[in-house]
């Protein structure tokens, strides 16, 4: 995930600072982006942030921002937006079920 410049509610901030908890974080980078990590709220931290731009990825190049990422501890994007699979399914698959499924 690249280092982003963001904007918050809270002020500006960058990924590299959303993730210095070592939590994983959805961000939610567009107003009809609304994802949601309800269900994994005790493990997934959900931000609502801005970026105006594209995004410079190595060995890719440049690609249009999406509009929600979610980013594992390690830095790495697990989803986007742009994902064919649902959000739950991928936080299932990284995170776990969500709080109170049984096991």
Avoid: Q
């Amino acid at each position: 995930m690249p280092d982003l410049p963001l904007r918050t509610a809270e002020g500006p901030t960058d990924v590299h600072e959303l993730l210095r908890a070592a939590r994983p974080v959805l961000i939610n980078l567009h107003p009809p982006s609304r994802r949601d990590s309800t269900g994994w709220g005790d493990r997934v931290r959900t931000v609502a942030a801005t970026y105006d731009g594209d995004w410079e990825l190595p060995v890719i190049g440049t690609v249009a921002a999406p509009g929600a990422v979610a980013v594992r501890p390690d830095g790495y994007v697990a989803w986007t937006d742009r994902d064919d699979r649902a959000l739950p399914e991928v936080l299932t698959a990284w995170f776990g079920p969500p709080s109170g499924t049984p096991s």
